[in-house]
């Protein structure tokens, strides 16, 4: 049993992505599916998939890779974990590694980039971070 779905997501991701894989598998969550798409929207994964199989939910990832084959990920962490939860102000979120990275944030608003949270004068939980 994952006590911490996030985590084990983004473990997978960057397993895969030092692996050079195309695809990678993780456990289905409305949050992971929510952190995907903020992915997707700033280009660190091409795609993702919810399959269903015999009633078990998963999700299948394509991870982007650069023209020369590497992979577009340089880093991804989890920052705000279940022993100790990470909150941030909206002035906190303003720019990460120069805006070449981002912050997934857990709003009012839903889960976004540190740009939009900005933009929507929101914080809230760090999530992960990735660049």
Same mark, same amino acid.
């Given at each position: 049993?994952?006590?911490?779905?996030?985590?084990?997501?983004?473990?997978?991701?960057?397993?895969?992505?030092?692996?050079?894989?195309?695809?990678?598998?993780?456990?289905?969550?409305?949050?992971?599916? *929510?952190?995907? !798409?903020?992915?997707?929207? @700033?280009?660190?994964?091409?795609?993702?998939? =919810?399959?269903?199989?015999? $009633?078990?939910?998963?999700?299948?990832?394509?991870?982007?890779?650069?023209?020369?084959?590497?992979?577009?990920?340089?880093?991804?962490?989890?920052?705000?974990?279940?022993?100790?939860?990470?909150?941030? *102000?909206?002035? !906190?979120?303003?720019?990460? @590694?120069?805006?070449?990275?981002?912050?997934? =944030?857990?709003?009012?608003? $839903?889960?976004?980039?540190?740009?939009?949270?900005?933009?929507?004068?929101?914080?809230?939980?760090?999530?992960?971070?990735?660049?």
């Amino acid at each position: 049993m994952v006590n911490d779905i996030i985590a084990d997501s983004l473990t997978r991701i960057r397993n895969a992505s030092m692996r050079r894989l195309e695809y990678t598998t993780l456990y289905y969550a409305k949050i992971v599916v *929510s952190i995907l !798409e903020v992915f997707k929207n @700033k280009g660190f994964i091409k795609d993702y998939k =919810v399959n269903d199989k015999d $009633g078990k939910q998963s999700i299948s990832v394509q991870l982007a890779y650069d023209e020369r084959g590497y992979s577009v990920i340089s880093e991804v962490k989890r920052i705000s974990k279940p022993g100790r939860r990470v909150y941030k *102000s909206r002035n !906190e979120l303003k720019r990460f @590694k120069n805006g070449y990275g981002t912050i997934v =944030v857990s709003t009012s608003k $839903g889960v976004i980039a540190n740009e939009d949270a900005y933009k929507a004068n929101v914080g809230g939980e760090a999530l992960c971070s990735i660049w």
